[in-house]
């Protein structure tokens, strides 16, 4: 005996498409993800800018320390130097040295 053989049309109809229909309002999983995945990047380089402010903002301010710690001398030294005046000296005997 033959094997029954399927007919040449098949009445069987077609998976349906994951296809969005014209006009529907709203996103695909695919666009959502791919929308979450570049927002995620986005604030994960927004944090490591974050962080290396932050740490540069330290660094900033012991600089800024530092050099506020000099000028603080250096008007100090400024004031005491601008109030020298020359003086005559003496000699060993206690009279006034000649020029």
Known sequence: MKAARPPAHSTRTAPPRMSRRSGA?????????????????????????MAYAADNQGVVREHMAAMAEFQRARALLRADLGQAA??????LGGQPARR
Do not use: H, K, W
């Open 25 to 49: 309002p709203g996103f695909t999983l695919v666009e959502m993800l791919v929308a979450l995945f570049i927002f995620g990047l986005v604030s994960a380089a927004g944090v490591a800018v």
């Open 86 to 91: 020359t003086r005559r000296t003496r000699d």
